[in-house]
Structures are given as C-alpha cells and as structure tokens.
C-alpha cells in the first residue's frame, strides 16, 4: 500500500500526486461554488442574490483590467528604477519578474511596504543622478 504522505526528520514528504489531487480539489471546489451559485436561482431571494454576484463580476472586469494595467507598469518602472530587488527575490520559486509584479500587487491592494534601495549602500559616494533615482524610487512609491 502506497503512503502519499511520510514523515521524516519531520518534515512531510509530498509526492507529485498529492500536488495534482490538491490542484484538482481546488479546481473541483471552485466549480462547485459556481453550480451553487447558478442553482441558488432557484429560490426568489436567492436569485437575487446570484444576479447580483454575477453583476458585481461582471462589473469589476474592466477595473481589474485598468488595475492590472497599472500594477505591471508600477512592477516595470520599479525594474527599471532598480527598487524593491530584495522584496522582489524574497517570493521563493518565483522569476524575479513575478517577484516585482506581485510585490507592485501588493503595494497596489494596500499591504504597503517600504520601498529597499541597493543604492544607498553608502550615502557619501552617491551623484545627483542617484539621488534623483532615489527620489523618482520614494515618488513611485507614494503614488502606487
């Protein structure tokens, strides 16, 4: 009899089945979450309820559009101006790229952080084009 799962040096050893039964559980919970709320039509003020939540969905499509809009440029401008690359490599497993738009995402939803700057490393030795970088860095911050 296969274990999925083996406790060792306690740690839990998770087989490449487990992680596809656990992408499959959520993709099966999110589609019956759908069917409820389509059958919850059936009762009248239920089904005012469901109109409403598909409304609202339908609703926010182009704001989240315009947001991730937005989100990518703040995550481009941020490569750009070379802020953030800590926050950014702190998401494990993901590409640096990935590290900045969900970081930009963050910022964006209100789990605001401060921005890191590998530029102030030492504060004596820095030009006037660093400075304005820094500065361009703590007004993208506050805008986003």
Do not use: C, R
Request: proline residues 3%; aromatic residues 14%.
């Amino acid at each position: 009899m296969h274990h999925a799962k083996s406790y060792k040096d306690g740690k839990v050893d998770t087989t490449e089945l487990d992680k596809v039964l656990v992408i499959l559980n959520a993709l099966i919970f999110m589609y019956i979450t759908m069917k409820v709320t389509y059958y919850m039509k059936i009762n009248d003020s239920m089904g005012l309820m469901s109109t409403l939540l598909v409304g609202v969905f339908k609703g926010v499509i182009p704001f989240l559009i315009i947001f991730f809009i937005f989100v990518s440029s703040f995550a481009m401008m941020q490569v750009i101006l070379g802020g953030n690359q800590n926050l950014a490599e702190s998401y494990s497993g993901m590409p640096i790229a990935l590290g900045y738009f969900f970081q930009s995402f963050e910022n964006g939803i209100g789990n605001i952080s401060s921005p890191t700057i590998n530029l102030l490393s030492d504060p004596s030795t820095m030009s006037t084009l660093d400075f304005v970088i820094v500065y361009s860095i703590y007004i993208l911050w506050f805008l986003s």
